[in-house]
């Protein structure tokens, strides 16, 4: 093929999976995935520094606007770092549980059971906080929430296929964190506490939606 290009494209020809297996490799990574959960209860053990490398490289093949890649990814193993960062998370969770009245807030969350303490914060051996970068540059980045988000998934897919766990921890607002880890300008997106689960780990008895509610097949015009 000759198409005429104005910047520089180069082959893409992945090898062509046979059907069947490509339906093995989907079943095998839904199952895999499948067995993925949120985590609240960390065990102190340490995870090796290459471990959040290799999830960040994995965040770092998603797909973004206008391949802006409007991420960074902050991590920290330091104690004491991770104690001001529980501090001054607890200190919004306080405001959030105890001050702000929100009934609907409070039925949603019932079953998990989540209240303001953020023990995690100090327990689990890495704090990674996703930065989304709202400019580069001084130029606007372009869906800037949408590529976050898919270099998250697949930072967290990354870390499960490792055996690691981790949690999508958003206190509300989290300003605080761009100050304590030196991300002047970026928005931090989600805070990840990650390592192992605790040998006691327990996780809310929750469903997945079946497949029926997640796809609707659509054989024509509505
Ligand atoms: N940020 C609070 C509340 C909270 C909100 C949602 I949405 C959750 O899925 C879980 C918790 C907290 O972390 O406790």
Known sequence: MNRPHRHPFVPYSPPRLPIEHGLDRGRAFHQLLDGRRSVRWFSPDPVPAEAIELAVLAANTAPSGAHQQPWRFAATQDPELKARIRE???????????????????????????????????????????????????????????????????????????GLATLTHTPNPMTFLSDLLGRPGERPYILFPVGYPADDCEVPDLRRKPLAEALTFVDGLA
């Open 88 to 162: 001054a998370a607890e200190e919004e969770e306080r405001r959030f549980y105890h001050e702000r009245e929100i009934p609907e807030w409070r039925a949603a969350l019932a079953p998990l059971e989540t209240d303001a303490t953020k023990e995690f914060l100090d327990i689990a051996p890495w704090l990674v906080v996703a930065f989304a970068q709202k400019q580069q540059d001084g130029r606007k980045t372009y869906y800037t929430n949408e590529s976050v988000g898919i270099a998250c998934g697949f930072f967290i897919a990354a870390l499960h296929s490792m």
